[in-house]
């Protein structure tokens, strides 16, 4: 029996003959946690520092093993754990415990707010312990398999995360949405564009899914820690539904920004095999003089329209 104030590090079973006895004791450990306590005590609770204030049954029954005091800091909880170990076998990272909610926060603050199901059970999360954070609203569904962490509100960058999270691990940000996100000038949507492998017939609300066929691994990056697409696979994208105007204005506002590659356009023509849209940005870069017409508003935009005539 290791002493509970030990610096060992926790082993992951509990396996053995001295296992019950263990659970017995975690057990005991509880109910004297549980009893009632001096008035005194209640109103100042014990430091971890100051073994005085502890009462000796309690001291005395705490002594319990490494193994169980580093999986949780609950008291209340040992005998739970040691118990459900010993008969299902479970893993510690499926317990929750202080640990796992400190590693969903921090997945959280690198993904805007949102976590997707799958990353949920990746962190060891059950769909029951899924269902009582969300009943506790500790988590709050933003699409299907998609939550944010803590409070429902999202910011922009938070949306567009949840629609890319929410169509699968591999899916990116494309068309118009991530020309909005290049800040490349073109009108958005209702809809988030998402590009996503085996998108065929899937519906989602709030996002239009597009399919990731002709998609290449260089035509994908991440962008404020959103999976997108790159600016020349971006406009390639939008030619698809823009106006040869928008797709003038989109490449002024690429070269303004010094995020014009002529190199990386080329190359994703050169896999375009004759997709839509092709022709219309082999045109506007042919003609065009890129940077001549860049505007700033939509009032520019008009005042362009009138002088070309």
């Known amino acids: ?45 014990r430091r971890p520092d100051d073994r005085r204030a502890a009462p000796a049954s309690v001291a005395t029954n705490v002594r319990v093993s490494c193994d169980v005091r580093a999986l949780f800091r609950n008291a209340t909880a040992i005998s739970i754990d040691v118990m459900t170990r010993l008969e299902r076998g479970h893993d510690e990272r499926n317990v929750p415990g202080p ?54 509100s999202l910011t922009r960058d938070g949306r567009l995360l949840a629609a890319v999270l929410a169509c699968g691990p591999s899916a990116e940000l494309s068309h118009r949405a991530a020309a909005g996100k290049w800040e490349l000038g073109l009108a958005g949507r209702t809809w988030v564009d998402v590009t996503a492998p085996g998108s065929r017939g899937r519906r989602r609300p ?60 080329e190359e994703v023509l050169s896999r375009a095999n004759g997709r839509r849209g092709s022709g219309l940005l082999r045109s506007v870069l042919g003609v065009h003089s890129v940077g001549s017409t860049l505007t700033r508003n939509e009032l520019e935009e008009r005042f362009l329209a009138i002088c070309r005539g």
């Open 1 to 45: 029996m290791v002493d509970a104030t030990s610096n060992a590090p926790p082993r992951s079973g509990l396996a053995g003959p001295g296992a019950r006895e263990l659970a017995a004791r975690a057990l005991a450990a509880v109910r004297a946690i549980e009893s009632p306590r001096p008035r005194s005590l209640r109103q100042h609770p």
């Open 99 to 152: 640990r796992l909610d400190a590693e969903l926060a921090r997945v959280a603050s690198l993904q805007h707010g949102v976590v997707a199901l799958w990353q949920l059970v990746d962190l060891g999360l059950s769909a029951s312990a899924v269902r009582s954070r969300v009943g506790a609203g500790r988590l709050h569904r933003a699409h299907r398999g998609v939550f944010a962490v803590g409070h429902p």
């Open 206 to 265: 709030g996002i239009r899914v597009h399919s990731a066929a002709t998609l290449h691994p260089a035509d994908v990056t991440v962008v404020d820690a959103i999976p997108c697409t790159t600016v020349a696979r971006t406009l390639l994208d939008v030619c698809e539904d823009a106006t040869r105007r928008e797709i003038e204005r989109a490449c002024d506002r690429a070269e303004a920004r010094r995020l014009l590659d002529m190199r990386a356009i």
